[in-house]
């Protein structure tokens, strides 16, 4: 495997609350020398929060880049020196109000790593206990319980938008039906 990237020089070009921009002269493998935007995000969480009957939970929001409301699973940002599980209960209560018994880290994936540090966890959440909601003030957030075939609908119409919600849909249902295998009984 080649040897990664070296930064050669980076200067800050925005710094916010949420994100930097820097533009980084690099050293690529393979011997390519070039700049690169990046940015920089501290991570996140996408939570898939599995009730008790067998629905998953969606939460529906106004995405201003998106310039419309969609339908997606729990997500957030990892704040400083938090672990991923803990984000994910926080996410959880802050968007649902609910309290997960049960959390499991499934995997990590960059959603754009072309110019975007951010890694995001895929938490599955389960022996959930409803409670209210307590959503950060800018946000206006609706939550709904979808079964299996309201999902299927939702990504054979092509309505899902958000890339987290994808992977995170797409694993729940290579994962159900593979669990729904282990379940038959064997014929001899």
Same mark, same amino acid.
């Given at each position: 495997? *080649?040897? *990664? !990237? ?17 533009? /980084? ?12 935007? @990046?940015? +920089? +995000?501290?991570? !996140?969480?996408? @939570? ?5 009957? #067998?629905?998953? &939970? ?5 995405? +201003? ?10 997500? #957030?940002?990892?704040? *400083?020196?938090?672990?991923? &599980?803990? $984000? $994910? ?7 649902? #109000?609910?309290?997960?018994? !049960? ?5 990590? =994936?960059?959603?754009?790593?072309? =110019? ?5 966890? &895929? @938490? ?10 307590? *959503?950060?003030? /800018? ?6 319980? =979808? ?14 938008? /958000? ?6 849909? &797409? ?18």
């Amino acid at each position: 495997m *080649p040897a *990664p !990237s070296r930064i050669l020089a980076t200067r800050t070009i925005y710094q916010g609350q949420v994100v930097k921009l820097t533009i /980084d002269r690099v050293a690529e493998p393979g011997g390519v020398t070039t700049e690169r935007e @990046v940015v +920089h +995000h501290p991570g !996140s969480v996408v @939570v898939l929060p599995r009730l008790a009957d #067998g629905r998953i &939970l969606l939460v529906r929001q106004y995405r +201003h880049p998106a310039r419309q409301y969609l339908w997606e699973l729990v997500a #957030g940002s990892i704040e *400083p020196r938090e672990r991923p &599980l803990a $984000a $994910a209960r926080r996410e959880l209560l802050e968007e649902t #109000g609910y309290r997960a018994q !049960s959390l499991r880290l499934l995997f990590s =994936f960059y959603p754009s790593p072309g =110019f975007l540090t951010e890694r995001m966890y &895929l @938490v599955e959440a389960w022996n959930l206990r409803p409670g209210r909601a307590r *959503p950060e003030s /800018d946000e206006r957030i609706r939550s709904r319980a =979808f079964t299996r075939a309201d999902i299927e609908r939702v990504l054979s119409a092509k309505r899902c938008q /958000d890339g987290k919600t994808l992977v995170g849909l &797409l694993w729940w249902l290579r994962d159900d039906d593979r669990s729904a295998r282990q379940r038959r009984p064997q014929s001899l």
